[in-house]
């Protein structure tokens, strides 16, 4: 069990004032059979924050509108996880699982995903072992490498090129996983040592979810943060809004997570 002071910072930059901008954030982690959040405080320029729900997936997500002119937006949320409560996550509700058994226009699979899938044996295995042989298999065959894929790459175009991120890696793994049978969902958080957010994945056996971080090849535990979970990272989006004008625009992340052990923490 770990206590794990976080810090979540994204800015978006305008190249020309904008106005009528309408957004939802997902950028609030909360809690689950693995983790306990405490002392959040969020922080969101221009401060407009209407509403707070929470979607199909079980995230938080905030709703703002405002329609003054604005150069740059952006949000900054802190706080508190007490992480490694549990190694898996219980189902909640049973009924939604089935979402999480089908392909999505991401993670739908392509002759080379097909391929590799083929090439794997798992007769016989549980899900867990299934989603372990699939991790291992992926980590001996794609590469980590920023700036060759971006936000709306595919599984499979991902993995004919080779390399990409963590998007990615989850990506692939959930149209392997899918192929076997086996409901999955893709998960964005944090983890320590992280500059930036992070993705992993979770897959159903024997009525709970377990983590998996095809990225690093490992069981998560105790030094990630959940933040919000979904049939890939369209449903995990940090930032979704519409504004009117006429602009390009760049965004800057910076993601802190440091272990305390300061007890007033």
């Known amino acids: 069990m770990k206590r794990l002071k976080f810090g979540y910072h994204m800015k978006l930059t305008f190249s020309d004032a904008v106005r009528d901008h309408r957004f939802s954030l997902k950028c609030i982690p909360h809690f689950t059979d693995m983790q306990r959040i405490k002392d959040v405080s969020i922080s969101v320029y221009p401060d407009h924050i209407t509403s707070e729900d929470t979607d199909s997936h079980g995230n938080i997500t905030l709703f703002g509108y405002t329609n003054e002119y604005h150069n740059f937006f952006g ?3 802190n706080g508190l996880a007490v992480t490694g409560l549990s190694d898996s996550e219980k189902a ?3 009924h939604k699982v089935g979402m999480y058994r089908y392909q999505t226009g991401i993670t ?3 002759e080379g ?3 590799f899938y083929r090439d794997i044996d798992m007769t016989g295995f549980s899900n867990e072992s299934k989603a372990q042989i699939i991790m291992e298999k992926l980590s001996a065959s794609f590469k980590y490498e920023q700036g060759v894929t971006g936000m709306s790459t595919t599984a499979e ?3 004919e090129g080779g390399a990409g991120v963590c998007q990615d890696y989850a990506h692939i793994m959930l149209a392997l ?4 049978k086996i409901p999955c969902r893709y ?5 320590m040592g992280e500059g930036s957010s992070h993705a992993w994945v979770e897959i159903w056996d024997k009525n709970r979810w377990l983590p998996f971080d095809p990225t690093n090849n490992k069981i998560v535990g105790d030094e990630y943060i959940k933040i919000s979970c979904g049939r890939d990272a369209g449903d995990c989006l940090v930032n979704q809004g519409i504004f009117i004008g006429n602009v390009t625009q760049t965004q800057e992340i910076n993601v802190i997570v440091e272990e305390v052990f300061n007890e007033s923490y």
């Open 157 to 159: 175009q991902a993995f």
């Open 177 to 180: 996983c899918r192929m076997e």
């Open 108 to 110: 739908r699979p392509g």
């Open 187 to 191: 998960v964005a958080g944090m983890m």
């Open 92 to 94: 909640g509700e049973l």
């Open 113 to 115: 995903i097909i391929n």
């Open 75 to 77: 949000f900054e949320v």
